[in-house]
């Protein structure tokens, strides 16, 4: 079999490819050409997301002091002379149960607002969001307030305009007490396509039963996505470059997803695209965030504990390190869980101070080729006992606690309060 090392097709797709942008379908296309070079062939499948152009935003305190902020997408839109209200501070659950929201813009200390503060914020008619980005300790220029669009878990339950800004900014507005604020914000909202790279590899003899392999390959705004997430993009490569060279007894669906960091929407779209092949999809092993240099191994899954079992014991059998628990890992695997559908995300966490996501940090120097090799290294030998296996070992069930955590995650009913 010819060696084959995917660590270097991660330059070519070193830069900004946020979901349904002309950057992420060139990504596409480069992935699509890679596949072809590995002898297989692969399909790109489109489907729409939001995306909203931000025409104005601004941000005034006390009719004197201008905050740089960036707006919302799928927020809404204030007047165009913005919308004026006392600003109040919410960042705990005590902080919300004792104010009154009404008429009020929330200063959020967060990128993302809970839902339930979100709720609340509709049923008392809060006028305006303000969130946060960085850290205190960052200066402006270190600190990129990127574009952010609203979920549609939010916006379908009604608009709130809402404006990003630094969190060195947000201290200096705390500790000058400013009381009033002028929030403007301008929006034109629509629709554009993303794209997800879809490569299959027919098994020998059990081609019914399938084990679909995903990871995003979409960045967020301003970031490169080595890390987060170009790693798991060259991780899915090597894996079909090894099954095409070791025919794989049972059908495998290699699936580069888009649009990701705007909410899981590549691999929704995929559930939701092929439905017909649900009931033969057994397991999906998704890959996001590899080869850190400082960091450590994990595997979450989200099905049976045996599963974790079968993982904890490979790990000793070939002496490889990883941490593996039950939950639901905040990717692509997520969506196939929520059909019934067994999956587990390897990841290799940076510890902080290390590899950075979410920002122009995310670099190619922060990672390691030989953690890389280590990690896929174990992914085919865990995921080749199961493919070629007599009997699928993993059952294709969902366990009740698994089920609560998805309905969580996927906001369709509210945590429960621990008292």
């Known amino acids: 079999m010819k060696s084959y090392h995917s660590f270097n097709f991660l330059k070519k797709i070193y830069f900004v490819r946020t979901g349904g942008s002309i950057e992420e379908l060139n990504a596409a296309k480069l992935i699509q050409e890679e596949v072809k070079s590995l002898g297989g062939e692969a399909t790109i499948e489109e489907f729409l997301v939001d995306y909203s152009d931000i025409q104005e935003a601004k941000l005034i305190f006390d009719d ?20 004026h209200g ?5 960042s705990s659950d005590e902080d919300l149960k004792m104010t009154n929201l009404e008429g009020k813009v929330i200063l959020y200390p967060a990128k993302r607002v809970p839902h339930k503060v979100y709720m609340k914020a509709l049923k008392e008619k809060a006028v305006g969001f303000i969130t946060t980005t960085g850290d205190v300790y960052k200066s402006d220029k270190d600190v990129d307030l990127d574009p952010y669009l609203n979920r549609d878990a939010y916006y379908k339950e009604g608009m709130i ?27 034109k909202d629509s629709k554009r396509n993303s794209r997800n790279v879809v490569a299959t590899i027919l098994g020998s003899d059990i081609k019914d039963e399938m084990i679909t392999f995903t990871a995003h390959y979409d960045s967020v705004a301003f970031s490169k996505g080595a890390f987060d997430n170009g790693t798991g993009v060259i991780t899915l490569l090597q894996l079909f470059h090894y099954y095409m060279n070791n025919k794989p007894r049972r059908t495998l669906k290699f699936i580069w997803c888009g649009s990701e960091e705007m909410g899981l929407l590549g ?47 490979t ?52 990672l390691s080729e030989p953690n890389y090799i280590k990690t896929y290294s174990f992914i085919i030998n865990l995921t080749k006992r199961w493919i070629d296996a007599i009997y699928f ?23 429960p309060e621990k008292r």
Request: a negative charge; charged letters at 30%; aromatic letters at 8%.
């Open 64 to 83: 004197k002091v201008e905050i740089e902020c960036k707006g919302s997408g799928y927020s809404g839109n204030t007047p165009k002379e913005g919308i």
């Open 86 to 90: 006392e600003l109040v501070y919410v």
């Open 161 to 187: 305009p809402t404006v990003m800004i630094r969190m060195r900014d947000a201290e200096k507005i705390l500790a000058n007490e400013y009381k009033r604020v002028n929030l403007t914000l301008i929006s």
């Open 267 to 313: 691999s929704k779209a995929y559930v939701a695209m092929h439905e017909d092949e649900l009931d033969k999809i057994r397991l999906n092993i998704n890959v996001d965030m590899v080869a850190a240099t400082i960091g450590y191994d994990i595997a979450c899954v989200t099905g049976e504990t045996n599963i974790i079992n079968y993982i904890e014991y």
């Open 315 to 366: 790990s000793k059998e070939l002496g490889f390190p990883i941490h593996v628990y039950q939950g639901v890992y905040s990717s692509d695997s997520t969506p196939f869980a929520d059909k019934g559908i067994p999956a587990i995300s390897f990841a290799r966490l940076a510890k902080n101070g290390g590899a950075t996501i979410h920002s122009k940090n995310d670099i190619i120097e922060r």
């Open 393 to 415: 070992p993993i059952e294709k069930k969902m366990p009740d606690n698994m089920k609560d955590e998805l309905d969580y995650y996927l906001l369709r009913k509210p945590r």
